[in-house]
């Protein structure tokens, strides 16, 4: 509930006055400051910064999201017995194997690429990630080897892995992480999701604000020059636009003319103060005349490579976006791979490209920050929505597999080089350290000085949480 | 099986031969409890902080006493026990412990203990202090202590001072509160506000200008009368209200999920909704309808087009979201069914009955029990596309073409009977059904006019080309071709990996119907064999096998589909669940009996065949069917895997508990002495009109709800409502025309900001009416009403969403036009992985669960859609256009932007600011300056904020 109380205080007749006396043209910056210090007593902006619940190692978040569910015994997790094993049936050598997504279990499948111990962690990476696996890079990451999920099917464990539940309409993380801590620029989203070219199965729904309030929802932007819907004006020019705004703001301050304004319409007045800013906020994050070649060399803009070059640009205006204050930013897949990291068939092919669009960029992405100085406060996530099984689906295929995965984590709090869980060792069933979903999200909020059993939004009769009633902090990543 | 071979080696080396009692209590203590106490006790322990899963391993007795999946423990059967099951991590549904896999070495230590019989000391058996997350369940307690569930009062008005201020009962209820609490009412709103208030909350639109004029220009006592009983008989009232139940029933038109698949005919609910509420239908009605409309034994029928209305309300049920090829099919079932008792509860009771899925309701007289009473409704439902029979054309048809052939039939000499021969099943063979009766058998039901029995006499079909019916079949052509229909079996258990269906047909579907499983037709991923799409038998009859997928559905519970959407027909014969392939058929067998006709048959054949000709081609609606009544089992903990108590279909124990079928539900939500379905729908109404309800949180009347700022006067509505049929409209017109309703917005000058600051800032106690910011739909609808574009035409199918570059994603579908074709928001589609952009940014919810308070939300993105969305400035210039087209004064012009818009006209400063505008652009072309002079005015808060 608005608190009113202040407003009945002030003095209102001569605030309006104030409003008008002070307007200098659209934008004018005593107008918006004056509407910032009072309005906010009034009318709460939800995306402020609130303060966490204790000390946060990170600030922003970047979740690079791996749509379709990467292969972890392709790429980190090492299974030298699936060579040995290689071509066998399954059901003889692992056991009983829980059913899959499309029920055509073909034999053991041995990884198609060499794995070695890296940097001086000396955890495994596969040559799919040579620019990852550089020692730079590799002793950033601390590695969750034992990532379950509740589902096998893409919908319901993209859901589970964006909102902690397998339904629509559940607040997305990015959304839960706004509401929590708010943003530190209110001229752009707190929640932003970089859409690379694919929307992952279940739509614009991973990124709902839920029953959480809509500003908390992620915004999409394209990498394009137009990045978010009804950015740019439709005046001929600027001044045209302006010359309107301010005829509104005049014609919108004469309403306020009562004893008692109501403040919803004085907060509406208020976005379009921001709303006219994002115009200018939103088109310069986008122009990148500003970076140095080498950077755009470094996050592989000029790549031979279309996705790579995709990515990189996501993983760039990732990072400016962190510098912009924006709390929460996701990067979905290009598309063009094959299906995603999906892959039922074809797998040499399809790992190879989606390794290929997004091995330089990362690795760009975290070295950038540290250069920066940012990537302290930075937490990176990478994560599919499960992983794949160790036999195969057909013959050049691998099926979903949520039974144990892969997922890292660097950045702000994380301990670079560290390794927790295990597989079995086929690499099918997490045996050791098994974590869930749940977990993960625990452990961001923890990252982000949020206690997740405390950050908690009253709907359908319960006080519900990202983190449903499960959620334990993955302590052995934390540093 | 290689543990096994171990045991026996490793009982020699670490058990002495003789395997003494003390050899194996030191093998426990040593080996057994330290892992236990390790590993175990923090979840399983009588001094656990919560116990999982309801069991203790801190006792042999606990251990055999088993928790909620069972027994852990079965001494001396190793692989029959659930322990050694959970720690071989061979089971993904029971790994445990949950975090980390045991060693196979320890994994070896228990089976050893359990195959020599788990001995344990002998020690007192440790017992929990009570249920440790608090006090137990005790429904009637819980009943007797929240509110909500006391029988409705029927409270005297309440003394007030200010007598001349109530005009009707409700008014004094809020004037008693005011006083008490030291305030006054507002004064009574200007008659333009009023008005504008009054449009929007009825119909969701402004006035124009001429109905403005004519209201202020009436002077007569009743003039605010007569302007409610007309916006109460437009049919633009049903748009508006109608919005509100489908923000209930998470109305979509497609499924969401991967591909976002159509819910075909999703549209029908939606216009039933409206009509439903232009008729004023009583509320029990509309709520019977929803429940059980298809179980009226009269139902109600559309006015002009005759068609069953109130089975359309069963639609309601079938709005989910449902993905394809789920890999657990039961659990699918058992998430959709939580979603339809979540969208039921708290629709039509307010309650959160869908909390009581895994435990107990943790706060309200609902146990577990109701819960699992709930889905055995469901159980016992169907989904179908029902056909609708506009202008009762099909029901006619099939009574005269009953009559023509029991005329003909009678002219068939009776030696023409064909006795059938019994059918002999083989081994491996179940005969299922060979459909030898006079009628449709037992516990098979249809849906239509076109499934009818053959019967065992010979008959006509009216099909000139094979007019001889086949005794013994069911036959969906035998009153022609076109007909349309749907044939059930009653629900089974699948046993066997094959379904073997003797029939000769074409373009009809055939499938089986796994745990209410309807994606199918859609992906046949993990259901490969289980339907059959467009069937064609080539002109014979043959067998037809299900098969393929459905050997891993054994065990699973399922009925027949046979369904004719009036383009084929098929003729079964008979129904054997098999484990071997499909028997072979005589060339006699093959065919339809044959010969010529009598000629006098023949014309009978040839009349019926015209008239069934003429049907004309069906609509289809979402709806629900009767199936095969069902008890349904608790799910222990909400996990379909572990069956408990069987309950059978009843009403909430709180509520009375009645058992019966689903019309008997219906009547027990709707029982006048049902504390919650009146309240729940009066508090209803009055959050629209007042912007919050009386009980705030309209869906949960439940304890974790908020309590009601007005108790007696909730209580007098329901008591009104109730007393006054039900009617929706009569409370509507009441409340708006209450003085409560017509104060402005600001409030009285003469109370003290401060006092009112204190005692009420929220305005609870209504001494002034809210400012209300107008729902998406009402925006979209102005801008088109003050544009002139608005086309107001009623009902059909939905208006594709106009998809911008940023709604990609799987399952897209054509893109709709920029405005909606001009329609109203309420026809535009409502695709769940492509929602309307606008819509979301003007709180229009999600429809994924019951919504019964939008949000409102307060953001710039709302600024930046008004601002530079191509829809809205479209209109504007459109406006423009025909307001420079009229030969017009400035100041005229400016009026009339004014009053369309805002409903008013200009202040003096408005004006002269206005016209420097003008003047500042005197160089432009005059489109684009009104039309940016109209863009101005729609963005002023004023036309979404209604005071």
Known sequence: MTNHCNRFQNGLHSRRDLLKGCAMGFGGVALQALMAQQSRAAVTNPLSPKPPHFAPRAKNVIFLYMDGGPSHVDTFDYKPLLEKYHGRDPREVIGELAPTQFDNVGKVLKSHWDFKQRGESGNWVSDLFPNIAKKEVIDEIAFVKSMTSKFSEHTFANYFLHTGSPFQGRPSMGAWTGYGLGSENENLPGFVVLNGGLIPPGGLDCFGSGFLPASYQGSVFLPSEQPIANIHPQEKTVEAQKRKLGLLRDLDLESLDTPMPDPQIEAAIQNYETAFRMQTAVPDLMDLRGESETVKKLYGLDADFKNTQTFGLQCLLARRLVQRGVRFIELTCPGGNGDRWDQHGKLVDGHTKNCKTVDQPIAALISDLRRLGMLDSTLIVWAGEFGRTPFAQGNDGRDHNPFGFTVWMAGGGVKGGACVGETDDWGYRAVRDRYEIHDLHATMLHLLGVEHTKSTFRFSGRDMRLTDVHGHIMKEIVA | ?947
């Open chain 2, 1 to 947: 099986m290689r543990y096994f071979l171990f045991i026996p080696v490793l009982l020699a080396t670490l058990l002495p031969a003789e395997s003494s009692a003390d050899a194996q209590l030191e093998f426990f203590e040593k080996k057994i409890r330290p892992v236990l106490a390790e590993k175990c006790y923090s979840c399983h322990a009588a001094d656990a902080k919560k116990l999982k899963g309801g069991l203790q391993l801190d006792h042999r007795e606990h251990m055999l006493a088993g928790g909620d999946t069972g027994p852990a423990l079965e001494p001396g059967d190793v692989e029959k026990s659930l322990l050694i099951e959970s720690i071989r991590y061979g089971n993904d549904d029971l790994q445990m412990p949950p975090k980390e896999k045991l060693s196979a070495e320890i994994v070896a230590d228990f089976e050893t203990w359990i195959a020599g019989g788990a001995v344990w000391p002998e020690e007192p058996v440790p017992e929990r202090d009570g249920e440790n997350s608090g006090e137990s369940f005790d429904l009637q307690k819980r009943f007797q202590e929240h509110w909500s569930w006391r029988p409705v009062a029927n409270p005297d008005l309440p003394a007030v001072k200010k007598t001349d201020w109530p005009k009707v009962g409700p008014d004094y209820f809020v004037l008693a509160k005011m006083e008490a609490a030291g305030l006054r009412p507002a004064p009574e709103a200007e008659k333009g506000v009023w008005l504008r208030r009054v449009h929007f909350d009825l119909v969701g639109l402004p006035p124009t200008p001429e109905q403005r004029e004519a209201f202020l220009a009436d002077e007569s006592p009743n003039a605010k009368e007569k302007v409610v009983d007309g916006l109460l008989a437009s049919p633009h009232f049903g748009e508006k209200w109608a919005r509100h139940w489908m923000d209930l029933v998470r109305y979509a038109d497609t499924y969401g999920h991967e591909f976002d698949y159509p819910i075909n005919g999703s549209h029908e609910y939606r216009d039933y909704l409206i009509r439903a509420l232009n008729e004023d239908v009583p509320y029990d009605l509309f709520v019977k309808e929803h429940v059980a409309g298809d179980l009226l034994p009269e139902p109600r029928r559309h006015p002009t087009e005759k068609f069953n209305e109130s089975i359309l309300g069963t639609g309601f049920w079938y709005f989910h979201e449902a993905t394809h090829a789920p890999t657990d099919v039961l659990g699918n079932e058992a998430d959709i069914m939580d979603n339809q008792i979540d969208v039921f509860g708290k629709s039509f009771l307010g309650l959160t009955v869908s909390c009581a899925r895994c435990h107990d309701h943790k706060f309200d007289a609902i146990s577990t029990a109701d819960y699992y009473a709930m889905t055995a409704y469901l159980h016992g439902s169907a989904r179908q596309d029902f056909p609708m029979d506009v202008g009762r054309v099909r029901e006619k048809t099939r009574n005269q073409l009953a009559e023509i052939k029991e005329k003909a039939d009678a002219l068939i000499s009776p030696d023409k009977t064909n006795v059938e021969k019994a059918p002999q099943a083989k081994e491996g063979e179940t005969i299922f059904e060979t459909f030898s009766g006079e009628q449709i058998p037992e516990g098979w039901s249809t849906t239509g006019y076109a499934f009818a029995a053959a019967g065992s006499h010979q008959g006509v079909r009216f099909d000139e080309k094979n007019p001889w019916a086949r005794p013994g079949t069911v036959d969906s052509g035998l009153f022609g071709k076109k007909q349309v229909g749907i044939l059930r079996s009653p629900t089974f258990t699948i046993g066997t990996d094959h379904i073997h269906i003797l029939a000769k047909g074409n373009a009809v579907d055939v499938r089986v119907v796994i745990d209410n499983y309807q994606m199918a037709k859609f992906s046949a991923l993990l259901f490969k064999g289980t339907i059959l799409k467009n069937l064609d038998t080539k002109g014979g009859f043959r067998w037809n096998t299900l098969a393929g997928n459905l050997k891993k559905y054994q065990g699973h519970k399922a009925y027949l589909e046979f369904v004719d959407n009036g383009d084929g027909e098929i003729v079964i014969d008979e129904i054997r669940f098999s484990t071997v392939a499909a028997p072979a058929i005589s060339e006699e067998e093959k065919m339809l009996p044959s010969g010529p006709l009598p000629e006098n048959v023949a014309a009978f054949v040839k009349k019926g065949e015209q008239l069934s000709g003429k049907l004309p081609a069906p609509r289809f609606a979402v709806a629900m069917a009767q199936g095969t009544p069902e008890n349904a089992h608790v799910y222990v903990r909400g996990s379909h895997r572990s069956l408990g108590e069987e309950v059978p279909p009843r009403f909430l124990e709180a509520l009375g508990g009645e058992t019966g079928d689903r019309l008997d539900l219906a009547n027990e939500v709707t029982r006048p002495d049902n504390p919650l379905t009146s309240r729940v729908l009066a508090n209803r109404i009055w959050h629209h009109l007042f912007g919050a309800g009386i009980v705030p949180t309209v869906d949960d009347f439940g304890p974790m709800g908020r309590p009601a700022t007005h108790p007696e006067l909730l209580d007098w509505l329901a008591t009104d409502l109730v007393s006054n049929g039900w009617s929706i409209k009569r409370s509507i017109r009441q409340l708006v025309l209450s003085s409560t309703y017509g104060q402005a917005s600001e409030p009285h000058p003469e109370l003290p900001f401060e006092r009112l600051a204190e005692v009420d800032p929220s305005n609870e106690l209504l001494s002034r009416m809210p400012v209300k910011r107008l729902t998406g739909e009402a925006v979209r609808d102005s801008i088109l009403a003050v544009s002139g574009k608005l086309d107001s035409r009623l009902y059909g199918a939905s208006v594709p969403v106009h998809r911008t570059a940023f709604m990609t994603g799987r399952g897209g579908k054509k893109s709709g036009p920029l405005d909606g074709a001009g329609r109203r928001s309420i026809y535009g589609a409502v695709y769940r992985n492509f929602l309307s952009p606008f819509m979301m940014t003007f709180d229009v919810p999600g429809p994924f669960g019951p919504k019964g308070r939008r949000n409102v939300s307060n953001v710039p993105a709302q600024a930046l859609v008004l601002m530079n969305d191509p829809f809205v400035v479209e209109q504007t210039r459109s406006w423009a256009g025909a307001l420079v087209a009229r030969e017009e004064s400035n100041e005229k012009r400016i009026d009339g932007l004014f009053l369309k818009a805002l409903g008013r006209t200009p202040t003096v400063a408005e004006r002269g600011r206005v016209e420097s505008y003008l003047a500042q652009e005197s160089e432009s072309d005059p489109v684009d300056t009104w039309a940016n002079l109209a863009h101005v005015v729609i963005n002023m808060k004023e036309f979404i904020f209604i005071p």
